[in-house]
Every structure is written in C-alpha cells, then in structure tokens.
C-alpha cells in the first residue's frame, strides 16, 4: 500500500523559509510532485522532479523554491524561501509512474493528505 506522508508545514512571516518532506512508503515512483491549493482556487503544481532528476518549476515559485529527493531515505524535500503571503495554502505531495515525456505532462496516481502552510505580512 502506498503512503505518502508531508510534514514541515507551519506559520510563518513573508520572507522567511520552510522545507517541507514527504515520506514515501514504496520510492519507485518515476515522477513525484509538489502541488498545492489554496482557498477558493484550483490546485496547482508547483514543483516535480524526475527520476532521472530534472526538476520543473511554476512560474510563481521558480527561483523560491527547491524540490529534491533522499533515495535512500525514500523522501521528498520542497526547500521554500522568500516565502509570500500568496504562497499560502495547503501542500500536497504525490507521485505517479509518468512516461516518456517530462513529468509535468502527467497526472499523480499517489497523493498525501497535505500540510498547511502559512505566510503572514
């Protein structure tokens, strides 16, 4: 059974920094991402790494944010700084088996039950 479990998630002030993880129970995953919703708005992938590890990046975190992977630990990190009171919201982390094609272009089978995060000004 697979598990994907996020910690990390917290209050902080704009401008500060949070790493959120995610403990995988199977790490086979040929893709694995970071999405996240916030309230009253449509869930948005932020960040996916591949196994291979190229990585992509939304516009709205690319520079901010940094996703990377412990094989051994089985864990996914999203490195987060120069933190916005927009980025708040809930951060979901999910895998999925992917293609040929990058990451991105594919859904995520895989999700965690998510970790709050949020920014104040």
């Known amino acids: 059974q697979v598990q994907l479990v996020e910690s990390g998630g917290g209050s902080v002030q704009a401008g500060g920094s949070l790493r959120l993880s995610c403990a995988a129970s199977i790490y086979t995953f040929k893709c694995m991402a970071w999405f996240r919703q916030a309230p009253g708005k449509e869930r948005e992938r932020i960040a996916d790494?591949?196994?291979?590890?190229?990585?992509f990046y939304a516009d709205s975190v690319k520079g901010r944010f940094t996703i990377s992977k412990d094989n051994v630990e089985s864990t996914l990190y999203l490195q987060m700084s120069s933190l916005k009171p927009e980025d708040t919201a809930m951060y979901y982390c999910?895998?999925?088996?992917?293609?040929?094609?990058?990451?991105?272009?594919?859904?995520?089978?895989?999700w965690g039950k998510g970790t709050l995060v949020t920014i104040s000004s």
């Open positions: 790494i591949d196994s291979d590890g190229s990585t």
């Open positions: 999910a895998a999925g088996t992917g293609g040929v094609l990058p990451c991105r272009y594919y859904g995520m089978k895989y």
